[in-house]
T-cell receptor
């Protein structure tokens, strides 16, 4: 159980393009979803936390107008990187957890984004 | 001070040995603790979680929690080269926040 599906797994696109990444919890209701970014050989960096039906909470230094997060249902959250530039190239990973206390985060497989 | 601290390593152990990975946390009110394994280029996967003081065993893995010392550890018995990865420790606090350590890189040498 506790499967999180993330799509697409790999995106290559031109500078200026907007890219949408989907994160779905397949067998549980994810009241909270998280979006991370990870550069090569570096730690996970939390970008934002989203709760179903409410606005996402962004970490300091993350541009909310650049990284649009929507968590419209208990099983789906999306991250849209708007007007992507080469410096946005990274490994983006979502995770999800149930509201039940002490439940872990379950991670998707990640999306590797390359902006040319 | 970081909420969760880990030695970045790398920790090198020979195949068949016990690997001991350690983690400390700063929020005494933290309720639960998780160990994730992350292979290079992949996303983290959950290995174990622990809520209560003491040891919790699952196959070759044992998680240990000492709330008085604010210390969590993961022991890997009979280490295999396939265990070579970065191990992330995470704490869930009473404020419904998750904090991850920066990870310890483990190398198991054949």
């Amino acid at each position: 159980g506790a499967v999180v599906s993330q799509h697409p797994s790999w995106v290559i696109c031109k500078s200026g393009t907007s890219v949408k990444i989907e994160c779905r919890s397949l067998d549980f209701q994810a009241t909270t979803m998280f979006w991370y970014r990870q550069f090569p050989k570096q730690s996970l960096m939390l970008m934002a936390t989203s709760n179903e039906g409410s606005k996402a909470t962004y970490e300091q230094g993350v541009e909310k107008d650049k990284f649009l997060i929507n968590h419209a249902s208990l099983t789906l959250s999306t991250l849209t990187v708007t007007s992507a530039h080469p410096e946005d190239s990274s490994f983006y990973i979502c995770s999800a957890r149930e509201l039940i206390s002490n439940q872990p985060q379950h991670f998707g497989d990640g999306t590797r984004l390359s902006i040319l | 001070q970081k909420e969760v601290e880990q030695n970045s390593g790398p920790l090198s152990v020979p195949e068949g040995a016990i690997a001991s990975l350690n983690c400390t946390y700063s929020d005494r009110g933290s309720q639960s603790f998780f160990w994730y394994r992350q292979y290079s280029g992949k996303s983290p996967e959950l290995i174990m979680f622990i809520y209560s003081n003491g040891d919790k065993e699952d196959g070759r893995f044992t998680a240990q929690l000492n709330k008085a010392s604010q210390y969590v550890s993961l022991l890997i018995r009979d280490s295999q080269p396939s265990d070579s990865a970065t191990y992330l420790c995470a704490a869930f606090t009473k404020f419904n926040k998750f904090y991850f350590g920066s990870g310890t890189k483990l190398n198991v040498k054949p």
